[in-house]
């Protein structure tokens, strides 16, 4: 089956810690994305990534980082620099820059900070 | 920059009934998409109906709907025969048609639906 998996499903955290969330899609797509959801707010882009070994800051990349070393693979590290990382996460992939395309959510991961 | 506007928080509609949700966008872009995503208690993120802002036909998928008004800035989505399992969150989305660049999504706040008996 063709889609877009994230693991964990639920990240408890202690203060201080780094931690990473996993993204890998077999979607055949180029372009990935993360984004967060906080209650009573809509989606917000964290990162994106157009291309492998390409990554821009989205609208609140503060305290996080990414890698793109591979097509399939969008990892997303929640820094100790992330004042409130409690919230829910989605990554998210579409066809690429050659096209203005719907973009694929996964499942979510659910970061809790201790 | 781009703003999408959900002014219902809230929403609940009898199983079999239709009902609307509201979305207004504010762009001075002309070309863009809109979208219409469900995320039900699951919290996965599935999208239900997309609009190109180029084609004045309204979008249908199925049950679901759009009402798309360009001059005024406005997409709401029409779900009629209400299922339990429309029960979820609504966002509406918007995304400027570029090539070149990823496509980024911007969200409303959403609408909770609750489907009842």
């Known amino acids: 089956d063709g889609g877009i998996t994230q693991s964990p499903k639920y990240l408890f955290r202690k203060e201080g810690q780094n931690v990473t969330l996993s993204c890998e899609q077999n979607l055949n797509h180029d372009a990935m994305y993360w984004y967060r959801q906080d209650p009573g707010q809509g989606l917000r882009l964290i990162y994106y990534s157009q291309i492998v070994n390409d990554f821009q800051k989205g609208d609140i990349a503060e305290g996080y980082s990414v890698s793109r070393e591979k097509k399939e693979s969008f990892p997303l590290t929640v820094t100790s620099a992330q004042k409130n990382p409690t919230a829910f996460y989605l990554c998210?992939?579409?066809?690429?820059?050659?096209?203005?395309?719907?973009?694929?959510f996964g499942p979510g991961t659910r970061l809790t900070v201790l | 920059a781009q703003t999408v506007t959900q002014s219902q928080p809230e929403m609940s509609v009898q199983e079999a009934e239709t009902v609307t949700l509201s979305c207004t966008y504010d762009t001075s872009e002309n070309n863009y998409y809109l979208f219409w995503y469900k995320q039900p208690p699951s919290r996965q993120m599935i999208l239900v109906i997309r609009?190109?802002?180029?084609?004045?036909q309204n979008a249908t998928e199925n049950r679901f709907s759009v009402n798309f008004q360009k001059a005024a800035k406005s997409f709401s989505l029409k779900i009629s025969d209400s299922q339990l399992g429309d029960t979820a969150m609504y966002f509406c989305a918007f995304m400027l048609a570029y090539t070149g660049t990823a496509s980024k999504l911007t969200f409303g706040t959403g609408t909770r639906l609750q489907v009842t008996l």
């Open positions: 998210a992939s579409s066809m690429g820059i050659a096209y203005t395309d719907t973009q694929y």
């Open positions: 609009q190109e802002a180029y084609k004045q």
